[in-house]
């Protein structure tokens, strides 16, 4: 079997948001695409983030793994900046990976990344054809009063939520009555015993893959 190529990718255009990660191209290319980024206090060489991406172009998918602007701009700590200026890297990202895919395009993220997804797919209808939201931070730990679903009224693509059973960002219940919100089709994956890392010693071998399963069988709803 031949392994997916792995590239590093960056593009700098003068007075543009950069991008910046790692292309996965698979030996068989199904012709669709995935940005794929990172949370809060992590970066797109993630070990969470590296096995999901791995996973999604060994079965025919063109993965961007690429940092997020505030990333780019320090190596460690919490964002800092503007979730703005986060978002319109993530549409320079899917402009990116529109010249690498002739498919569908799909955005993803772990926690941050994915609420920033969101967000930019909420105020920008049609920009992707779905999301891949991994343990979504619906409020902060002990604080289930400060909801981050102000936008979910007005997000009109698809997602797919993959959560943890011991996430403290959301107990399956919240995240359930906060998809009805979203007037878009919605499903979830459940990851029994895990965290907001979602990865646990006992599904690292399988969650991955499980996951770029799960998402293709979610597209198959969408038709």
Known sequence: MIEPELRRFEEAPPGA?????????????????????HGAGANCQSPFLVAVATAFSAVGMTVLRCDLPFRQLQPHGPPRGTAERDQQGLRRAVEAIRRQACGRIFLGGHSY????????????????????????????????????????????????????????????????????????????????????ELLTAANRADLPRTIAVSFAAFLKTLH
Not at 17 to 28: D, F, K, Q, T, W
Not at 120 to 130: D, K, N, R, T
Request: charged content about 20%; glycine content about 10%; proline content about 10%.
């Open 113 to 196: 990344g994915g609420r920033q997804g969101s967000m930019l797919a909420a105020s920008e209808p049609g920009l992707v054809e779905a999301l891949l939201l991994l343990a979504y931070p619906l409020h902060p730990p002990k604080d289930p009063t400060q909801l981050r679903t102000a936008h979910f009224p007005t997000l009109r693509t698809p997602a797919l939520f993959v959560h943890g059973t011991r996430d403290g960002f959301a107990t399956l219940d919240e995240l359930t009555a906060a998809r009805k919100l979203i007037p878009a089709r919605t499903e979830l994956l459940r990851v029994e015993g895990a965290g907001h």
């Open 17 to 37: 948001v950069s991008v910046r990660g790692y292309l996965h191209v698979p030996a068989a290319p199904s012709g669709d695409g995935l940005v794929l980024t």
